[in-house]
Nanobody, 122 residues
Framework: QVQLVESGGGLVQAGGSLRLSCAASGSIFSISVMGWYRQAPGKQRELVAGFTGSNTNYADSVKGRFTISRDNAKNTVYLQMNSLKPEDTAVYFC?????????????????WGQGTQVTVSS
């Protein structure tokens, strides 16, 4: 199985910055999707930013402020969040999908991080 460990959340004032990290561990053969989602109280989980193959996508609300990046050698995805706003307050989850090697075969996986709280004060 693939486990994801997130870090980097916290409390920051509006206009500040935070950097989230999500590291995957396990018998990973390849990764096809890496992304960050967030869920605010009373709202549905939404995609913030993600890689799908060579494509990078951002939610309109974070374009120009957030940057997603990855370190393939470390199976790690990052989210640099700048110019944070109170409306960015949410629990942030990472999601990584791909294939693991198991019993001489490949199986797909779809794993989620445990979530990290980001709180932006006004």
């Amino acid at each position: 199985q693939v486990q994801l460990v997130e870090s980097g959340g916290g409390l920051v004032q509006a206009g500040g910055s935070l950097r989230l990290s999500c590291a995957a561990s396990g018998s990973i053969f390849s990764i096809s999707v890496m992304g960050w989602y967030r869920q605010a109280p009373g709202k549905q989980r939404e995609l913030v930013a993600g890689f799908t193959g060579s494509n990078t996508n951002y939610a309109d609300s974070v374009k120009g402020r957030f940057t997603i990046s990855r370190d393939n050698a470390k199976n790690t995805v990052y989210l640099q969040m700048n110019s944070l706003k109170p409306e960015d307050t949410a629990v942030y989850f990472c999601n990584i999908q791909g294939f693991i090697s198991s019993d001489y075969s490949l199986r797909n996986f779809d794993s989620w991080g445990q979530g990290t709280q980001v709180t932006v004060s006004s």
